[in-house]
């Protein structure tokens, strides 16, 4: 079993309220999990309304399978219009 972690720092520069950028993260984060059953978490800057941190999980059998995902996962929120990513992590853990 692997573990691959996602941490992307993200900008949402559209933004102007903690409300609209719960709005942006909840439909964000609800679909990448049914899209590609991962595990998502907003990790820090809960406090600040155009910046977030979020951690995404990627648990597989193999490795290919697992940076497959996980390449996605990052072209998938790169293409969202919403927001910006600002910076990416990926670890095996």
């Given at each position: 079993m692997l573990v691959k972690l996602l941490t992307?720092?993200?900008?949402?520069?559209?933004?102007?309220?903690?409300?609209?950028?719960?709005?942006?993260?909840?439909s964000l984060k609800a679909r990448l999990r049914?899209?590609?059953?991962?595990s998502v978490a907003e990790i820090?800057?809960?406090?600040k309304w155009q910046r977030c941190l979020i951690a995404v999980a990627i648990v597989g059998s193999d490795r290919e399978s697992v940076d497959g995902t996980c390449g996605q996962v990052r072209r998938f929120i790169e293409g969202d219009h919403r927001v910006e990513l600002a910076d990416a992590l990926e670890e095996f853990r």
């Open positions: 992307v720092d993200l900008l949402i520069p559209g933004s102007s309220s903690l409300k609209e950028k719960r709005f942006v993260l909840k049914s899209r590609f059953n991962v820090d800057y809960q406090d």
